[in-house]
């Protein structure tokens, strides 16, 4: 179940082994993105997180904000 | 999440080609004295002078910024409570900030010093006017 996280629990999921995922597009995240994001632009999650992603861990995704 | 912004906001490191170029946060003096709302002028004066500085920021136990004291501020009367004679709420900015949005913002407000603070108001560090300009000028 999806579930809504603040940035220090981030960071404890990430010491923890979580995937962190950005999905705003190529330029955005090439220009800056949180420390060992994994990029999955928005319009490829569906066809690309099983590829991409792995089931066993924990996925916490993110954008700009919180809009 | 909030999302990279609030990251940023907060002053924590990221990766990408924006990090190659320092950042309000990245040049902002840490060791900024700071003072809190019911001391005396005329002591912290004396604290801010002997650590070489001629300006101070005003936080609560949080290090939630409330108030700036520059130079004209601290040269006001020594029994003044700090609450008396800071410049309330400055303007404050993000770590993130780049340093060309910060010179033009420091140019248009007429500021010497602007409190870096992350997004729930937490002093990170002041940031020079002279700073900024040196830093310019060496990344041309």
């Known amino acids: ?67 | 999440m909030d999302g990279k912004l609030d990251w940023m906001a907060a002053g924590w490191p990221t990766e990408g080609t924006n990090t190659q170029h320092p950042r309000a946060g990245d040049i902002a003096h840490r060791d900024v004295p700071t003072c809190t709302l019911s001391e005396k002028l005329g002591a912290v004066r004396e604290r801010v002078k002997a650590a070489g500085w001629d300006a101070a920021v005003v936080v609560n136990e949080q290090r939630v910024v409330l108030g700036l004291l520059r130079s004209k501020e601290l040269a006001g009367h020594a029994d003044l409570r700090i609450e008396q004679a800071m410049r309330p709420a400055p303007s404050t900015c993000r770590p993130f900030v780049s340093l060309h949005e910060m010179a033009h913002f420091m140019v248009e407000h007429s500021s010497e010093s602007a409190p870096i603070t992350t997004s729930d108001g937490r002093l990170v560090g002041l940031l020079l006017q002279k700073d900024v300009a040196g830093e310019l000028r060496r990344e041309r």
């Open chain 1, 1 to 67: 179940m999806p579930e809504e996280i603040r940035r220090d629990e981030v960071r404890r999921l990430v010491e923890a082994g979580a995937q962190l995922v950005e999905v705003l597009p190529s330029p955005e995240y090439e220009e800056e993105h949180l420390p060992g994001a994994i990029h999955l632009p928005l319009k490829h999650i569906d066809a690309r997180a099983t590829e991409v992603l792995d089931r066993g861990r924990p996925v916490i995704v993110y954008c700009w904000d919180t809009a």
